[in-house]
């Protein structure tokens, strides 16, 4: 059954980057990764860049991801943007959930929902992120905090639904600290993701969900982390900023 998944290594380039920066960074990245195959790879700039990188992508096999949407098509939501717009710019793919979303912007479970409902009505791929912070982790919460983010992130779905969706493990303790879980942590975590999807969407959608590692994710762990049988990829953040950084990720030997 892991035949069925091609990985997925995603880079989350957060608030960096002007545009000029941004098509610079996407020229090089497709130069770089041109001969890399059996493996899928995806990049989210800022919004005020996606456009113009768009344009860089257009002849790659490299897809466009947002970093955020709303899940309301259109209104009086100053700051927001709609997947309409995302569609627009050439986005497939948007970043759901993020712990600096929940941790900073008021993110919950019940938003992480709606717009994921909104992303797959639109047809854009939801990378849902889910994790547990660091004292949640020492109090032998973390199963505990993974179900309820699937259970509520998920809720109303059917299993047709979830067809396209992608799960990111990111635990909070791990994200921009240089802490990375062990190999054997992430498997445990993404073992269990994917057990809690078979439990309440069947045994094809659990085999077919793509589970992410997003945790300072480097050149030099990323060997490892793509040998455990659970993990299908990784959600990369400041090492996905150095095209030739992020390219050797991509490139990563099984």
Request: glycine share 8%.
């Amino acid at each position: 059954m892991e035949a069925e998944r091609t990985p997925l290594i995603a880079g989350n380039w957060k608030m960096y980057k002007t545009v000029s920066e941004a098509v610079k960074t996407a020229e090089a990245l497709v130069n770089q990764i041109a001969d890399v195959t059996g493996v899928d790879v995806m990049i989210a700039p800022p919004f005020t860049a996606l456009a113009s990188v768009a344009a860089v992508l257009k002849d790659s096999t490299v897809a466009l991801g947002a970093q955020n949407l709303h899940w309301e098509s259109e209104g009086a939501f100053t700051g927001e943007i709609s997947a309409v717009m995302l569609l627009s710019t050439g986005c497939t793919h948007v970043i759901i959930g993020h712990s600096e979303r929940r941790q900073y912007f008021g993110e919950t479970d019940e938003t992480v929902n709606q717009r994921i409902r909104t992303a797959l009505q639109n047809r854009l791929v939801p990378v849902m992120c889910i994790g547990e912070s660091e004292a949640e982790r020492d109090a032998g919460e973390t199963f505990n905090v993974l179900d309820k983010q699937l259970q509520k992130g998920l809720k109303g779905f059917v299993s047709d639904d979830l067809t396209p969706l992608v799960v990111a493990y990111e635990p909070v303790w791990a994200i921009g600290t240089g802490k990375t879980a062990t190999t054997e942590q992430a498997q445990e975590a993404h073992k269990f993701i994917r057990l809690q999807v078979e439990k309440k969407f069947g045994n094809k959608l659990a085999n077919s969900t793509r589970i992410l590692y997003g945790g300072s994710v480097k050149p030099g762990n990323i060997d490892e982390l793509m040998t455990m049988p659970d993990v299908d990829g990784a959600l990369v953040g400041g090492a996905s900023l150095d095209a030739s950084v992020f390219s050797q990720i991509v490139g990563y030997r099984k």
